[in-house]
């Protein structure tokens, strides 16, 4: 089965860039999608099929997608995106969604 | 808006069973695939299951295929998830999530989720 490793922790001061990573064997021959989920709710989609952004999600969050690595970036970063992430890729040849580990994300 | 609002979980023991609902308003049901995800305590996201949007295809996670049962009935705007043979393991809150129209492949609406708890 497919397998998505995303580092445990990333932390950032505020106003600086967030970057965190998915890895995946070529995941860049896949839509990779992200979800930020804040303690007590329900994952939210922050980006969809690499890059884009649904309504209402801010553009301090972008995401890019080539080879091995898949990366969702926050720029600009505020208190307020301090949350868990998870990238997600659908698995054709097995026909099942695939999340990643997840990624804590603190705002220093 | 779209609202999906999970209902049915609670306290079950091991080997019980246990029907998970799931009420869809705000977009038309029938178009979308749709998914449950579930998530342990203290845990990440786990797939569990999708149907497509006439019910001709479903699929089920290697951790509950054969024990688990996901439908829907369009008329209602309701999905579920009849759930049987349950471990400790399968304790988590679930979520029903909405798919695309040509496939499950990503979530963009979420419910609140219904937390499962097996224990004896």
């Known amino acids: 089965s497919y397998v998505l490793t995303q580092p445990p922790s990333v932390s950032v001061a505020p106003g600086k860039t967030a970057r965190i990573t998915c890895g995946g064997n070529?995941?860049?021959?896949?839509?990779v999608h992200w979800y930020q989920q804040k303690p007590g709710q329900a994952p939210v989609l922050v980006i969809y099929?690499?890059?884009d952004r649904p309504s209402g999600i801010p553009e301090r969050f972008s995401g890019s997608n080539s080879g091995n690595t898949a990366t969702l970036t926050i720029s600009r970063v505020e208190a307020g995106d301090e949350a868990d992430y998870y990238c997600?890729?659908?698995?054709?040849?097995?026909?099942?969604?695939?999340f990643g580990g997840g990624t804590k994300l603190t705002v220093l | 808006q779209v609202q999906l609002v999970e209902s049915g979980g609670g306290l079950v023991k091991p080997g019980g069973s246990l029907r998970l609902s799931c009420a869809a308003s705000g977009f038309t049901f029938s178009d979308y695939y749709m998914s449950w995800i579930r998530q342990a305590p203290g845990k990440g996201l786990e797939w569990v299951s999708y149907?497509?949007?006439?019910?001709?295809?479903?699929n089920y996670a290697d951790s509950v295929k054969g024990r688990f049962t996901i439908s829907r009935d369009n008329a209602k705007n309701s999905l579920y998830l009849q759930m049987n043979s349950l471990r400790a393991e399968d304790t988590a809150v679930y979520y029903c999530?909405?798919?695309?129209?040509?496939?499950?492949?990503?979530?963009?609406?979420w419910g609140q989720g219904t937390l499962v708890t097996v224990s004896s």
């Open positions: 070529n995941i860049g021959s896949k839509s």
């Open positions: 149907i497509s949007s006439s019910s001709s295809n479903t």
């Open positions: 997600q890729v659908w698995d054709t040849s097995s026909d099942h969604g695939v």
């Open positions: 999530a909405r798919g695309g129209i040509v496939g499950a492949i990503v979530f963009d609406y």
């Open positions: 099929y690499d890059s």
